[in-house]
Antibody
Framework: EVQLVQSGAEVKKPGESLKISCKGS????????IGWVRQMPGKGLEWMGI????????RYSPSFQGQVTISADKSISTAYLQWSSLKASDTAMYYC??????????????WGQGTLVTVSS | EIVLTQSPGTLSLSPGERATLSCRAS???????LAWYQQKPGQAPRLLIY???SRATGIPDRFSGSGSGTDFTLTISRLEPEDFAVYYC????????FGQGTKVEIK
């Protein structure tokens, strides 16, 4: 069974750093792209970027380029999303999701449960 | 960046009725790289349709997708109580983006 399990909720202060994780199981982690999607409170979905764990090829949405870093450790089947300096506007639910084919142009067929990030002073 | 505009914003229907949701792209979506997702409160999105018209694994046949180029449609032939949710379209051909969502609510 394919599963993506994300790390738990985080409460941080503005300016702090953060790295959240997404662990894949039940499939070949290195053969499918993993993406990150933001959902701000009461709002829609925003595509942030994707990574291919097999070779760490990473693509970002122009809206998120330079704002976050996506990485992966294939030895432990885990992808990451990190911030170096959080802002209150980073408060949101963050989902990881797997591409439905090994190709880069693919929908997301399996999703993590989401990680709620709250940034408040 | 391709902008996806979904309409209507809210659809008020009764169980058993037919739902027709629209997704219009600001430029042509290559190779019909268009997907539809369902999201219920407190849950992650669920893939319904990919490639504009292919149902994802386990999705009932009352859900169907159609369209190409810049105009796409998700149709739910007969609404079941569990279908009341928010629906998003996504293009994944070039710098992927999502539409703003259509809420299907009980009338």
């Amino acid at each position: 069974e394919v599963q993506l399990v994300q790390s738990g909720a985080e409460v941080k202060k503005p300016g702090e750093s953060l790295k959240i994780s997404c662990k894949g199981s039940g499939y070949s982690f290195t053969s499918y792209w993993i993406g990150w999607v933001r959902q701000m409170p009461g709002k829609g979905l925003e595509w942030m970027g994707i990574i291919y764990p097999g070779d760490s090829d990473t693509r970002y949405s122009p809206s998120f380029q330079g704002q976050v870093t996506i990485s992966a450790d294939k030895s432990i089947s885990t992808a990451y999303l990190q911030w170096s300096s959080l802002k209150a506007s980073d408060t949101a639910m963050y989902y990881c999701a797997r591409s439905e084919t090994p190709g880069i142009a693919a929908a997301f067929d399996y999703w993590g449960q989401g990680t709620l990030v709250t940034v408040s002073s | 960046e391709i902008v996806l505009t979904q309409s209507p914003g809210t659809l008020s229907l009764s169980p058993g009725e037919r739902a027709t949701l629209s997704c219009r792209a600001s430029q042509s979506v290559s190779s019909s790289y268009l997907a539809w997702y369902q999201q219920k409160p407190g849950q992650a999105p669920r893939l319904l349709i990919y490639g504009a018209s292919s149902r994802a694994t386990g999705i009932p046949d009352r859900f169907s997708g159609s369209g190409s180029g810049t105009d796409f449609t998700l149709t739910i032939s007969r609404l079941e109580p569990e279908d009341f949710a928010v629906y998003y379209c996504q293009q994944y051909g070039s710098s992927p983006t999502f539409g703003q969502g259509t809420k299907v609510e009980i009338k």
